[in-house]
T-cell receptor, first 114, second 115 residues
Framework: DTGVSQDPRHKITKRGQNVTFRCDPISEHNRLYWYRQTLGQGPEFLTYFQNEAQLEKSRLLSDRFSAERPKGSFSTLEIQRTEQGDSAMYLC????????????FGPGTRLTVT | AQTVTQSQPEMSVQEAETVTLSCTYDTSESDYYLFWYKQPPSRQMILVIRQEAYKQQNATENRFSVNFQKAAKSFSLKISDSQLGDAAMYFCAYRRLTSGSRLTFGEGTQLTVNP
């Protein structure tokens, strides 16, 4: 399967702990997106990379959140000092360059903060 | 800022019947993309259909078609001959024409298909 993959699929952590998620995009895709989806809601944009450059960040991405894509391939999303409000599904998507390129989504990482 | 609104939190349809899901959006731009995504339970989001705003013709993909009313900023999804596998959360989404633009999603409509 050459789709977008995310690891882990589920993460339970205690409030105050740090967590890191990984996303592996489709291999030839140079664009990578992170979204957050809370229960019963649509996904909300967090941040976007073109190759290794982080080009856009949402105001939802507080200073406790950091994302990287060091070699323009996989990406990591780290949340420091987790809070209960961080509990959500974190979705990764990737796309080719080009105006009309479709975003392909991964299965998501479900975070539960206790 | 662009917004997308889905006013139907839940819909149900009998197998083999037709159902229409509603979506409205707000934007000041004249060219953009609109999408319908399907998210089955515990499975990843997949694209169902897309519409380019500069195209007057409504998009169709097999049993799925849209009714795009640009002036009214309305973008509904019609599913014909509904199948049990169509049961999922459906999201309407907007994207600017610019390369690399984010998707802006509506709140979703949970579709149930009754046998």
């Amino acid at each position: 399967d050459t789709g977008v993959s995310q690891d882990p699929r589920h993460k339970i952590t205690k409030r105050g702990q740090n967590v890191t998620f990984r996303c592996d995009p489709i291999s030839e895709h140079n664009r990578l997106y992170w979204y957050r989806q809370t229960l019963g809601q649509g996904p909300e944009f967090l941040t976007y990379f073109q190759n290794e450059a982080q080009l856009e960040k949402s105001r939802l991405l507080s200073d406790r959140f950091s994302a990287e894509r060091p070699k323009g391939s996989f990406s990591t999303l780290e949340i420091q000092r987790t809070e209960q409000g961080d509990s959500a599904m974190y979705l990764c998507a990737s796309s080719l360059g080009g105006q009309g390129s479709e975003q392909y989504f991964g299965p998501g990482t479900r975070l539960t903060v206790t | 800022a662009q917004t997308v609104t889905q006013s139907q939190p839940e819909m149900s349809v009998q197998e083999a019947e037709t159902v229409t899901l509603s979506c409205t959006y707000d934007t000041s731009e004249s060219d953009y993309y609109l999408f319908w995504y399907k998210q089955p339970p515990s499975r990843q989001m997949i694209l169902v259909i897309r519409q380019e705003a500069y195209k007057q013709q409504n998009a169709t993909e097999n049993r799925f078609s849209v009714n795009f009313q640009k002036a009214a900023k309305s973008f509904s999804l019609k599913i014909s001959d509904s199948q049990l596998g169509d049961a999922a959360m459906y999201f309407c989404a907007y994207r600017r024409l610019t390369s690399g633009s984010r998707l802006t999603f509506g709140e979703g409509t949970q579709l149930t298909v009754n046998p």
